[in-house]
């Protein structure tokens, strides 16, 4: 390296040239500055010369000690104690070639951050839905309300019943859809809401969640009682509901326009086994031991109204066909839901 001396520009330090020295000699005996070769300093010719900025100190050193590794070792800043080799450190961030500021490092950091970050599997918090239509009913009732939701959302169609299948063993051949190992939220609606809750005795992870549903055979309204007492429901086949879409428009709470054709589209598909056996299994449904849940209910609901027992969610305006009409208020409550264990 040529001969060059130390000057401070900002937080670096830049090399110069050194100009020889063309002043005499100094006397013998004259306390004269020294360089870090134990040399006069004012010697003529080349020299390495220290210039330090004010403020900057440094020790002197034995005659002989000599070089760059001397100067890293006895080098201090200002306001700065030397502990543990420390000033060392410091100074060789000063050498000439050395930056304070690494830009270089500072872009590993920042790729190595990235690619941790981007590496990272997915949040095992998100949301997992499984959602139920109600009775006779498919996945048109969900069309407004699946946009809404966050998460993973699946539909589980209804299957055909077997001859004399209790309601137990019909939850199980559903739940198959369902992972043992996975927690999710188990939405049903109506009808699906007693499936839900039936299959959520199989799957210890997951959470029913009811809408326009009861939580157990006690909340089974008077008119339903009534139907099941009397038996009406065996002399009324559920085609008859076709004939009278207006009737049930009003029981279901049914709006005009878009809301009343998807009702009628639903009426029209209507499959008269599935709708028989499930509503003798609603209204002979066991509820023993039946699991916690959530509930919304809406405040105008003529199948299962509002009653004594608590609410966890109650939708003002709300009737059994709220699943349609007031889709924005549920998935607010449904996307709020803890996802827990």
């Not at 104690?81 to 270089?104: E, F, K, N, T, W």
């Not at 959520?200 to 969640?209: E, F, G």
């Not at 002979?284 to 004594?308: A, E, K």
Request: proline content about 9%; glycine content about 8%; hydrophobic content about 40%.
């Amino acid at each position: 390296m040529g001969h060059h001396v130390f000057r401070r520009r900002h937080s670096f330090f830049s090399l110069r040239p050194a100009v020889p020295d063309a002043r005499p000699a100094a006397a013998p005996g004259r306390a004269a500055g020294r360089s870090l070769t134990g040399a006069s300093s004012r010697s003529p010719g080349h020299r390495h010369r220290l210039a330090l900025p004010a403020g900057i100190h440094h020790r002197r050193l034995a005659p002989g000690t000599a070089g760059r590794r001397s100067y890293e070792a006895f080098l201090h800043l200002p306001g700065r104690r030397a502990r543990g080799g420390r000033g060392q450190h410091a100074a060789q961030h000063l050498l000439p070639g050395r930056s304070v500021h690494a830009p270089g490092t500072v872009k590993w950091l920042v790729f190595l951050l990235a690619l941790t970050w981007f590496s990272m599997p997915a949040a095992a918090s998100s949301r997992v839905f499984y959602l139920l239509p109600g009775l006779g009913a498919d996945e048109r009732v969900f069309k407004n309300l699946l946009p809404l939701l966050e998460g993973e959302k699946h539909v589980l169609p209804w299957l055909t019943p077997e001859a004399d299948e209790t309601l137990p063993h019909y939850a199980a051949r559903m739940a198959a859809a369902v992972p043992a190992d996975r927690p999710c939220f188990l939405v049903g609606v109506s009808f699906g809401g007693v499936i839900a809750l039936e299959i959520a005795r199989l799957r210890p992870q997951s959470r029913a969640v009811l809408i326009s549903s009861i939580p157990d055979a006690d909340c089974l309204p008077r008119l339903l009682r009534l139907i099941r007492g009397t038996r009406a429901y065996k002399l009324f086949p559920p085609q008859w509901l076709k004939l009278f879409p207006r009737a049930g428009q009003w029981y279901f709470g049914v709006n005009n326009g878009e809301e009343y054709e998807l009702f009628r589209q639903i009426l029209r598909d209507m499959e008269p086994t599935y709708t028989r056996w499930a509503i003798h299994r609603l209204l002979h449904w066991d509820s023993s031991n039946v699991g916690h849940s959530i509930q919304l209910l809406g405040t105008h609901d003529r199948v299962f109204p509002p009653g004594p027992t608590p609410v966890e969610h109650l939708i003002p305006g709300g009737t059994h066909f709220m699943v349609v009409s007031h889709a924005p208020e549920i998935s607010r409550i449904l996307n709020a839901l803890p996802v827990e264990n």
